[in-house]
């Protein structure tokens, strides 16, 4: 009989120890640490902290032509709760038939009197010069954090006669609201002392670059005020502090394009602070910068201790890719997380979600990260068991 139970136990241990050892641990149970990444294969990630539960949103997660969110209880452990976004609405105004299957990127979520706002970007269905990037913003609203989020018009939030992404809402503390947007690459060719280099070199025959903006925003998210504000680019001179790591995906020969986008906004102390991610957002030299101004819209001087957050293969980690962010509080309200995608070794060309401390002070970011390896759980959290 034991022979029969012990042929029975290495049976169902066979087949049971891969999904066992396959599960992703983000929480060591007792030992009040987690580790990144966390186990959401999500891009461009962004929090929204209501009523005592996070909200994540992102690119991708297996969402069919729109967006799903994962629901946590202390930032670390994420429950799926499925699609929240879909592109047939009644008011769906983007086509899932365009490059990228419809671009459906970048979402971020906002309360406003006890209604959600989803603000993303996707290709827009009116594109009579059959643009390959028609990239519009678009704002769908819900009454409930997991949707079912329809879109307030059918049509983006406003055309500024080019393709836009990574739509970011500021709230300031007068009231007033303010759309920031990346204006893409595609066919926007830039002068500048980098492209001058890259012909010279033979590399490319020019350099595409996607500029930052801003402009503000309507309360009821129906549209924007004024015209739209260049808050940020890429640097034209080689002697520029920022130009070697904003540069990398050029001189690197990753692809003839630098990037400014990804941004978030954020005001401290009287300060305002825009964070962004620049190069490919598919190869490993993807990082966060961040610049700050006494205004909203500008202008913005970028840090000198830019990047913030970068790649660790050369110091002997495993990330890359990191870029992208948004910002969340600890349970508490007692510390700040930097939350960003990245690759490893062991995820490969799979975007996956990390969260790592920054702090601000004298008007300067640091990021504790990226990291892999143990850290303290957010503060707030009780240091045993599963809160969700």
Not at 107 to 135: C, D, H, I, M
Request: proline share 7%; net charge positive.
């Amino acid at each position: 009989m034991r022979r029969i139970a012990f042929l029975i136990f290495l049976f169902c241990s066979l087949f049971l120890y891969p999904a066992i050892a396959q599960k992703p641990q983000t929480r060591t149970p007792g030992t009040g640490t987690f580790s990144n990444p966390l186990p959401v294969q999500l891009g461009d990630p962004y929090i929204l902290f209501t009523k005592g539960t996070y909200y994540l949103y992102g690119t991708g997660g297996g969402a069919d032509k729109g967006f799903v969110t994962y629901s946590s209880r202390d930032l670390v452990n994420w429950k799926p709760e499925g699609q929240v976004y879909f592109h047939d609405n009644k008011n769906g105004w983007s086509d899932p038939k365009a490059s990228w299957g419809g671009a459906y990127w970048a979402p971020e979520v906002y309360e406003v009197k006890g209604k959600f706002y989803l603000v993303y970007s996707a290709q827009w269905k009116e594109n009579p010069t059959r643009e390959v990037e028609n990239f519009r913003i678009g704002v769908a609203v819900a009454d409930k954090p997991t949707g079912p989020f329809i879109d307030l018009t059918n049509k983006p939030i406003f055309d500024p006669g080019y393709p836009i992404i990574d739509g970011n809402v500021f709230f300031d503390s007068n009231g007033k609201a303010y759309l920031y947007y990346s204006r893409a690459c595609y066919k926007h060719p830039v002068e500048s002392e980098v492209a001058d280099m890259a012909r010279k070199k033979g590399w490319y025959k020019e350099i595409e670059e996607s500029w930052v903006y801003g402009v503000e925003l309507k309360p009821d998210f129906s549209g924007v005020i004024g015209q739209p504000v260049l808050v940020l680019r890429p640097p034209v001179r080689l002697n520029d502090k920022q130009a070697e790591w904003e540069s990398r995906s050029v001189t690197a020969r990753e692809v003839n394009r630098r990037w400014t986008e990804g941004s978030v906004t954020f005001k401290k102390d009287n300060t305002y602070y825009i964070m962004y991610s620049a190069n490919h957002f598919g190869g490993r030299y993807y990082a966060i910068g961040y610049a700050t101004s006494n205004s909203p819209l500008g202008p913005f001087k970028k840090a000198d201790n830019n990047p913030v957050l970068q790649q660790n293969v050369d110091k002997g980690g495993s990330v890359t890719g990191t870029g992208h962010n948004s910002i969340a509080y600890s349970p508490d309200g007692k510390e700040m997380f930097c939350v960003y995608h990245g690759r490893t070794a062991k995820t490969g060309e799979e975007r996956v979600v990390f969260i790592d401390r920054m702090q601000v002070k004298n008007g300067r970011i640091t990021i504790l990260g990226p990291t892999t390896t143990p850290q303290k759980l957010p503060s707030g959290l009780k240091s045993t068991g599963n809160r969700d």
